[in-house]
Structure formats: structure tokens, C-alpha cells
């Protein structure tokens, strides 16, 4: 029996086919809520492009269909080329699911992400992709690796166990583990750890029993969020202030539903608070069953910082701005700044506010007000006014 690609222009029409799929990935995005893997007007797409690509190549179309384009399909399934899996989200081969401009974006995320954040696996998949891609960057001028975009928080702790050795510097912390509690994380795997600092709460120091639920950056440093074994708490730890003791605990692994209601659950409780801040036990099971409700802070902002929190229109979800006055020139001197907050938000939130200093003065809840008051009056202590 002759092979069905045995006629030139039918091998011609594959090939086409492959070349097409790898200059425009995801080619023929279908409506994800059909239960077809791609529907005419997507397989359309497809073809269309298809027909367009053997153009440019100087190859003649001919009696090129969606029925012969579907068979293409499949022989390159059953070749391995493409999986034996729907693709309602276009066509792609291997990992080549993107373009050059995604690409590009892609690369200047994980150079970021790898340099700033300190994130030692990231680096290495950088490495490899950077040297991969580096004829590509050369055709296109620098283009595809320019930093276009980047982050400047950076961490202020070392995150690389190799730097670290080659420097001198070792310190056993969890990231030596990163590997193993990924692969935790994603498997619903509990595992046990060992805290080593804990400036907070000094109780909190030595073994744990956690789900991790997600590796977090924010602001300086990694974060670790998990939930314990013993009691479902959500909590939200520095990664730096584990030791590299990570041990799987048998028979605890669960699914990864429950991995993402926990992972939900923990992200609401951040969208009604302020920083990283959990609570407590009590506090965060009331919270969680809806019965502890949120306190309203209000804090007046004045003179030169008063632009910068009007222009911040998403700072919190539930923010609210009032009593803005202005001077004869029109210029903004000075706004209330009111959210509902958790008590759990408490300490971070004022960190935020005593970073405005003499601008920025609490209006409620009373409980607040008296702690800044006597703040002010211990920073008024260590800077007493010098005689004339």
C-alpha cells in the first residue's frame, strides 16, 4: 500500500503544515467551552494560514481543505509531533508556545525574576534559554533579549546555595531545598520543616508540620504560604528563616482541588488585609467563617504627599478617599485615606502610614490613634529641641 505522502505535493502540504505551526503558535484558538478540539471556523484559521505560509515559500496551493488539513493533523499526532490531547488553545510543537514578541517578554520576566529576586533555578533556566536563543537574538539585532521591562525590588537576604559556596558565605536555609518543596507544592505533599528565626513570635521557632501552598515574592525577600497539617492555619513565612531540613510526611498527600481552595482562601484573606499577615488562629477562623468584621482606619494625609495618594486609585480594593481641599492654585494639600482593615493588617498598615512621617496623622479607630500618639511622643524624646 503506498504511503499517503508518497505524492510530492501531499508531503509538500505536511511540511507546509509544520513550518506554519512553528512560525504561529497558537494558530487556530477555538472557543474553550466547545466540546469539539477545534471547530470549522478555528480549523478555517488553520488552513487559511496555512494556504498564506506556502505562498511566501513560492509553493502552489492546490486542493488544500479543511478534511485534508485535519488528516495532516492527525499524522503528525501519530508521528509524536504534536500530542494525542485537544489543543482549544491553538496548535503548537513541543514547548514552542509563543511567539518571538511573547517570547521576548517571557525572557525579560525571568531575567528579572532571576536577578533581582535572587531566584536560583530561574537563573539557571535563563542560562539555558539565554544561550539556546542566542542566534536568534543576533538576527534580530539584541532585540529579543533587551530588558525591556524589569523589577528593582531585590532580595536582601542571599538566595543562591551555589554563590553562596563559591563566596564563602554559605547559610543553611531553605532554599537549598527549592526543588523538593516546589514539587511538594504541586503534588499536595506535606512535609515537615525546621524554623530557625522567627522575630515575631519567638514560640514559633522549630518544627513544622505544613502544606506548602505557594512560593511568594514581595517587597524584599521570598515567602513561603502554607497551611499546617495539625489545624488547616494559613500562614505566610520568610523562606531565609527555614533551615535546608525539608522531610516528606507519609500519607498526607492530597489533590491538587484542595491544594487550590486552600491557596483561594489564603489570597482572600489578603485581598481584605494589608501586607502578608495572616493572624492568628482565632482571629483568622472567625475571619474565614465571616464573623469577625473589619474596623474602619481613617488617616489624613497632608501637603506634598497628598498627589501620591490620589493617585493611586487601586492601592486597596476597598479604599475610599474624602475631605479633599485644595489650595487657591488649585493643588491638592490634603485627603483622608479610609479603609476597612482586619486588626491583623494593623502593624503593617501603620508601617506604611509612618513612612509619610509628619504628613500623615491617624483619625480612627481610637485604638490606633492612642498608638500614634505615643510614638509621637517617644520620637519627640530621642529628639529633643536643642537650646538656642
Known amino acids: 500500500m ?12 505536511l511540511l507546509i503544515l509544520i513550518t506554519t505551526l512553528l512560525q504561529h503558535p497558537g494558530i487556530g484558538t477555538a472557543d474553550p467551552l466547545t466540546d469539539s478540539d ?23 496551493v492546490v486542493d488544500w481543505s479543511v478534511h485534508t488539513l485535519r488528516k495532516d493533523l492527525r499524522t503528525l499526532r501519530t508521528y509524536g509531533i504534536l500530542d494525542d490531547r485537544m489543543y482549544r488553545w491553538g496548535y503548537y510543537l513541543g514547548t514552542g508556545a509563543c511567539s518571538k514578541q511573547e517570547l521576548s517578554l517571557a525572557l525579560q520576566a ?11 533555578r530561574i537563573q539557571a533556566v535563563y542560562d539555558r ?19 525591556v521591562r524589569t523589577h528593582l525590588d531585590r532580595a536582601i537576604v542571599p538566595t543562591n546555595p551555589d554563590e553562596m559556596r563559591r563566596k564563602g558565605q554559605y547559610k543553611s536555609t531553605l532554599f537549598a531545598k527549592l526543588p523538593e518543596l516546589e514539587q511538594a507544592i504541586i503534588s499536595g505533599q506535606a512535609i ?12 514559633a521557632i522549630g518544627h513544622q508540620a505544613i502544606y506548602p501552598l505557594q512560593l511568594i515574592y514581595s517587597d524584599i525577600a521570598w515567602y513561603l504560604l502554607s497551611e499546617n497539617v495539625s489545624d488547616g492555619h494559613l500562614a505566610i513565612s520568610r523562606v531565609d528563616r527555614f533551615t535546608d531540613y525539608l522531610r516528606s510526611l507519609p500519607q498526607t498527600d492530597r489533590s491538587m482541588d484542595i491544594q487550590q481552595a486552600s491557596l483561594q482562601t489564603a489570597h482572600e484573606l489578603l485581598h481584605n488585609g494589608w501586607g502578608l499577615s495572616l493572624g492568628n488562629y482565632e482571629e483568622q477562623q472567625l475571619e474565614r467563617a465571616g464573623q ?32 479633599r481641599r485644595r489650595d487657591k492654585q488649585g493643588n491638592p494639600i490634603q485627603v483622608d485615606y479610609c479603609v476597612p482593615l482586619p486588626r491583623r493588617s494593623w502593624f503593617e498598615f501603620s508601617r506604611w502610614v509612618r513612612s509619610f512621617g509628619s504628613n500623615a496623622q491617624v483619625l480612627a479607630p481610637t485604638e ?5 500618639q505615643q510614638m509621637a511622643i517617644e520620637l519627640a524624646q530621642r529628639y529633643p529641641v536643642q537650646p538656642d
Not at 504511503?3 to 509538500?12: I, K, L, R, S, V
Not at 478555528?42 to 487559511?48: D, E, R
Not at 525571568?110 to 536560583?120: E, H, V
Not at 534559554?129 to 538576527?139: C, H, S, V, Y
Open 2 to 13: 503506498p504511503h499517503p505522502y508518497t505524492h510530492p505535493a501531499a508531503f509538500d502540504r
Open 38 to 60: 477545534l471547530p470549522n471556523d478555528a480549523m478555517v484559521a488553520v488552513l487559511n494560514q496555512v494556504k498564506t505560509v506556502a505562498q511566501t515559500l513560492g509553493f502552489p
Open 110 to 120: 525571568l531575567a528579572s525574576q532571576a536577578a533581582m529576586q535572587g531566584d536560583p
Open 129 to 147: 534559554l539565554e544561550k539556546r536563543l542566542r542566534g536568534l537574538n543576533l538576527e534580530l539585532g539584541g532585540q529579543l533579549l533587551y530588558p
Open 192 to 203: 515537615e520543616l525546621y524554623r530557625q528565626r522567627s522575630p515575631y513570635q519567638p514560640k
Open 292 to 323: 469577625l468584621p473589619l474596623e474602619e482606619i481613617q488617616v489624613r494625609f497632608f501637603g506634598s504627599v497628598v498627589p501620591f495618594i490620589l493617585e493611586a486609585d487601586s492601592r486597596h480594593p476597598k479604599q475610599r478617599l474624602r475631605n
Open 368 to 372: 490606633l490613634v492612642a498608638e500614634f
